[in-house]
Every structure is written in structure tokens, then in C-alpha cells.
């Protein structure tokens, strides 16, 4: 379960990265997390993360979806690697002349 299962700062929910749904589970805990884990959307939506995530760009997205960790906005292009981003960071005449071209 911890593999598509988070916690939330709310009492009695979690989250499940798969489906991006709230779970509710107050009461019922962790009958509620493995009912869930049988319901055919979660199934359905588990089967179209394995065909996805052998993308490599794919690999970031999902690590920072699991840790819920948001990416600071770049220049750079979707998946571009992150050795990109620190060598525009650091060399501001191709971060100029990356802007030209964008503008």
C-alpha cells in the first residue's frame, strides 16, 4: 500500500497517487485502503502507471507526485535533465540568449 498510499495533513484521509483520489478512511483504516486497492478504477489506473513509467522523464515526475514535491518553474523544456537547468542557471549569457530565442 505505501507504494501508491499517502498520508495527508487532515485526520482520517490519504491519498492514493494512482488513482488521485481522497480516501476517507475515518473509522474503518485499513479495510477501507485495501477495499480500495481492489476497485477496478485503481487496478485500471495501477496497469497505466507501469506502461508510463518506463519513460525516462517519466521517473522524475512521478518521485516528486509520491513525495509531493512541486519543481521550481524553468526555462527549460518538460523532462529536460536537471544538468540543463544548473548549467543555465549558472552561465547567464546562454540563460540570455535561451530567453531571445523563447521571446
Known amino acids: 500500500m505505501s507504494e501508491y498510499i499517502r498520508k495527508v495533513n487532515e485526520p482520517g484521509i490519504a491519498f492514493c497517487i494512482t488513482c488521485k483520489e481522497r480516501l476517507k478512511y475515518g473509522s474503518s483504516g485499513k479495510k477501507l485502503l485495501q477495499d480500495h486497492a481492489k476497485n477496478k478504477?485503481?487496478?485500471?489506473?495501477?496497469?497505466?502507471?507501469?506502461?508510463?513509467?518506463?519513460?525516462?522523464?517519466?521517473?522524475?515526475?512521478?518521485?516528486?507526485?509520491?513525495?509531493?514535491?512541486?519543481?521550481?518553474?524553468?526555462?527549460?523544456?518538460?523532462?529536460a535533465s536537471g544538468?540543463?537547468?544548473?548549467?543555465?542557471?549558472?552561465?547567464?549569457t546562454i540563460i540570455k540568449k535561451f530567453r531571445d530565442k523563447i521571446v
Do not use: M, R
Open 41 to 79: 478504477n485503481h487496478i485500471k489506473g495501477q496497469k497505466a502507471l507501469k506502461l508510463t513509467q518506463s519513460l525516462p522523464a517519466a521517473f522524475t515526475a512521478t518521485k516528486n507526485l509520491e513525495n509531493c514535491v512541486a519543481e521550481k518553474p524553468t526555462l527549460a523544456p518538460y523532462g
Open 83 to 92: 544538468n540543463i537547468v544548473n548549467l543555465l542557471k549558472k552561465n547567464a
